[in-house]
């Protein structure tokens, strides 16, 4: 008995409808660093796809010239510089109030960030410093300028800094002293050209804190006049020192006097024989280093 087997096809009409429209993205913006000029707007899969495109050379087989990475007066052949335009927290290292822009071969001092603290600015070109250079930074402890070829400071460059504690102007080319701010307790100008008409008869006579005081190996013929109490150390080694007074230390009036806080003064290397000036130290708590004989 044959078996007959009925097959059933079920169609089902499904209503044509229009497909939902693809979910819009929002275009991104690309722009070369430092400059005003956009690079097209791109979705992330636009980017994405044309990106493999890029060659290892950098150049692009697919995208337009205008998207290009780079200009096309780049040349990859050109040795790096170093870009002193840079913003100074891109050319220098700004870490918590300290700026650090030390070797990189700066001419002028850079704008500071307004909370500096501290200002390291070692081994560079600095020629001048100008009085608008630290109008607007009266946070300012600490600046260290040694090692640069500064010849030049404009009356009133650190009148503002009030704060100032510590000042390092050593192996530059000055051959005067700038006013000095109220509050240092540390100046260093050793190894410049200062002569002692470079130097002001008042200039430390105000400094009621300073305690450190380095002018070795310049040019001076004397001692700097009206030393303040507060002195702790004083060098003028290697100097053009020929006289010394009995009021260049103490009092000549006042034989009672004592420089208690004074512990060392350094003369040594300069053309003057400190036994011939003996009353000059009576009031010190021990003899200068130098030439006695």
């Not at 707007?41 to 290892?56: A, G, N, V």
């Not at 009266?138 to 009133?156: A, V, W």
């Not at 530059?172 to 260093?188: A, E």
Request: with cysteine; hydrophobic share 35%.
């Amino acid at each position: 008995m044959e078996t007959w087997e009925a097959t059933f096809f079920l169609f089902v009409f499904v209503p044509l409808v229009n497909p939902a429209p693809p979910l819009q993205q929002e275009p991104l913006q690309f722009y070369e660093y430092d400059t005003d000029v956009s690079m097209g707007s791109l979705t992330p899969q636009d980017y994405e796809m044309q990106s493999k495109d890029i060659r290892k050379d950098g150049t692009n087989t697919s995208l337009d010239t205008s998207l290009m990475l780079h200009s096309d007066d780049s040349q990859l052949d050109v040795p790096p510089t170093k870009d002193t335009n840079l913003p100074t927290c891109l050319l220098c290292v700004c870490l918590s109030g300290s700026v650090y822009c030390e070797e990189i071969d700066i001419e002028a001092v850079p704008p500071l960030p307004k909370e500096t603290a501290y200002l390291y600015a070692r081994f560079n070109k600095i020629k001048r410093i100008a009085a608008s250079d630290f109008a607007d930074i009266t946070t300012l402890r600490r600046i260290d300028f040694s090692g640069n070829r500064i010849e030049e400071i404009e009356d009133g460059a650190f009148s503002k800094l009030l704060l100032l504690e510590e000042l390092s102007l050593a192996e530059n080319r000055l051959v005067k002293l700038p006013v000095l701010p109220p509050k240092l307790t540390t100046f260093n100008a050793n190894q410049n050209r200062i002569k002692s008409r470079g130097i002001k008869a008042n200039a430390f006579k105000k400094l009621t804190n300073l305690a450190y005081l380095y002018l070795g190996h310049n040019a001076l013929e004397s001692v700097p006049l009206n030393l303040p109490e507060s002195l702790r150390i004083l060098h003028l080694q290697y100097n053009n020192i020929t006289t010394i007074t009995d009021d260049t230390f103490c009092k000549s009036n006042n034989t009672r006097y004592i420089r208690t806080r004074m512990d060392e003064i350094r003369m040594e290397g300069n053309p003057i024989v400190l036994a011939k000036h003996v009353n000059a130290f009576s009031c010190l708590r021990m003899l200068p280093v130098g030439t006695y004989y």
